[in-house]
């Protein structure tokens, strides 16, 4: 049972096409996140939603907007792909109301490939 | 957040223990020490956190400083598919339930057979 979920694995498109990569977790988490890791490896954090409500935007174009249908849901949609915007897209989630106050791990799925050519 | 500093790779022989150093001398009393690693083409996973006291659980071990300004993720027998990125990160707690890592270049570590 795959725990983070992220469709599709690999997606190459044309630059100012418009694409979508969804992700669903079956923990029961509370909080998702979309983190980008560029092609020199670097991480960083895009956005955090906690029960469907933004509470980290970390300076992200507005091309990018994501979207919280529930709780297990958080899907990135970019608006007019750029070269800049290839990377692989990791989905993540937490739960932020646990008891174990000095965790808040985070759990990864395995990342989506964006290709812009 | 406060920076850490890690050895960008490591070589290690299977089997045999491994010890990942972490530099964090501006780390703030409420900081916590997480780990975790990245295998090749996989998300990253959660390894090992800790406070102030060394930490056990059945991936690794985390030793920590007594001035807690620098930590070593030990690995007590390296296998092939402890192979990945390592990453050291200072979550400070009263952030943790952002979920924001800040990840930096890690440690790449090799272990041959």
């Known amino acids: 049972d795959t725990a983070v979920s992220q469709t599709p694995k690999y997606l190459v498109t044309q630059m100012g096409n418009d694409k979508s990569i969804k992700c669903e977790q079956n923990?029961?988490?509370?909080?998702m996140y979309w983190y980008k890791q560029d092609s020199k490896k670097f991480l960083k954090i895009m956005f955090s939603?906690?029960?469907?409500?933004?509470?980290i935007n970390e300076t992200v174009p507005n091309r990018f907007s994501p979207k919280s249908p529930d709780k297990a849901h958080l899907n990135l949609h970019i608006n007019s792909l750029e070269l800049g915007d290839s990377a692989v897209y990791f989905c993540?989630?937490?739960?932020?109301?646990?008891?174990?106050?000095?965790?808040?791990?985070?759990?990864f799925g395995e990342g989506s490939r964006l290709t812009v050519l | 957040d406060a920076k850490t500093t890690q050895p960008n790779s490591m070589e290690s022989n299977e089997e045999e223990p491994v010890h990942l150093p972490c530099n964090h001398s501006?780390?703030?009393?409420?900081?916590?020490i997480h780990w975790y690693r990245q295998l090749p083409s996989q998300g990253p996973e959660y390894v090992i956190h800790?406070?102030?006291s060394n930490v056990n659980n059945r991936m690794a071990s985390l030793a920590i400083a007594e001035d807690r300004k620098s930590s070593t993720l030990i690995l007590h027998r390296a296998t092939l598919r402890d192979a990945a990125v390592y990453y050291c990160?200072?979550?400070?707690?009263?952030?943790?339930?952002?979920?924001?890592?800040?990840f930096g270049q890690g440690t790449t570590l090799q272990v041959k057979p």
């Open positions: 993540a989630s937490s739960q932020m109301t646990s008891g174990r106050i000095d965790t808040g791990e985070l759990f």
């Open positions: 923990l029961g988490h509370d909080t």
């Open positions: 939603y906690n029960n469907k409500e933004l509470i």
């Open positions: 501006t780390i703030s009393g409420t900081d916590y």
């Open positions: 800790g406070l102030t």
């Open positions: 990160i200072l979550r400070d707690r009263s952030l943790l339930f952002t979920g924001k890592l800040i």
